[in-house]
């Protein structure tokens, strides 16, 4: 389930109802009480209804460390009750260096609690590019292109998989046939989608985002059956992001924007 959507900063007011303005998080409800959450961002602080009523162990999976991807835990209630657990996981050398890029956002002078005093248990393993299984669902990784770097992932449950591709940035024709490969077949892809083509090209190369025609193009190459944009630009309206859809659609087939509550069947 899209639980945010909005890239670089948190949005709200009348013009974004529809597609929502928290930053990025995915959850997926694959295993009994054990949530499956891609990226932190606000989106992750509304949603508490991911425990049941018993003891959760979240299995929290990171694109990369940036402050919109993380911000959600500092008000997660789940994340400080001693009851549960969440394991980190994220591309980093170590695990320690792990600990330290999510610790920064309960980094004095900036939070009043510290990562050490969260009374949940925490655990953190750092990934390279090969691939795992979170219980029935196979984790699959693909390195792209942002700065600092980003992590894209592939879920299979079952026959049915989804690729997350959010803050990448399309242009660089090895990382981009990378990402083709890696998403070749797949049910969805969420692709980052922050800016127009007229922006990227004049205002924002090199900021780290795709445009909806790079989504476009990477999913027609991928064959993918449905194509869902992502990252949308914090301050575009709800009518602008139809506008992208309507533009998207005419060159593939089966295009969504993500929004918040938006299901996508694992």
């Known amino acids: 389930m899209v639980r945010g959507a909005t890239g670089s900063t948190p949005a709200s007011g009348p013009s974004r109802i529809r597609y929502g303005g928290h930053t990025t998080c995915f959850t997926v409800d694959a295993i009994p009480d054990e949530p499956i959450v891609v990226d932190a961002g606000t989106g992750l602080a509304f949603s508490s209804d991911l425990v049941t009523g018993r003891p959760t162990h979240f299995h929290v999976l990171l694109t990369h460390f940036h402050l919109d991807h993380l911000l959600g835990l500092q008000t997660f209630r789940p994340f400080f009750g001693a009851e549960h657990r969440f394991t980190f996981y994220g591309f980093a050398p170590g695990r320690e260096q792990l600990r330290a890029a999510i610790g920064g956002v309960f980094a ?114 991928a064959d993918v059956d449905q194509l869902v944009l992502t990252s949308h630009d914090p301050f575009r309206t709800d009518d602008q992001i139809d506008e992208i859809v309507a533009l998207a659609r005419r060159e593939f087939r089966n295009v969504e924007a993500a929004y918040e509550g938006l299901a996508v069947p694992m």
């Open 108 to 221: 004095e002078p900036w939070f009043p609690v510290q990562l050490d005093d969260v009374p949940s248990h925490v655990e953190f393993v750092a990934l390279n590019e090969a691939p795992f299984w979170l219980g029935p669902v196979l984790v699959n990784i693909a390195r792209l292109h942002h700065p600092q770097g980003v992590t894209a992932f592939r879920l299979t449950h079952g026959r049915r998989s989804v690729v997350i591709a959010t803050d990448h940035e399309a242009g660089q024709p090895g990382v981009d046939a990378r990402l083709v490969e890696f998403a070749i077949g797949a049910d969805v892809l969420i692709h980052d989608a922050q800016f127009t083509p007229e922006e990227h090209e004049t205002l924002y190369d090199g900021w780290g985002h795709s445009t909806w025609k790079d989504a476009v193009r990477i999913a027609a190459a």
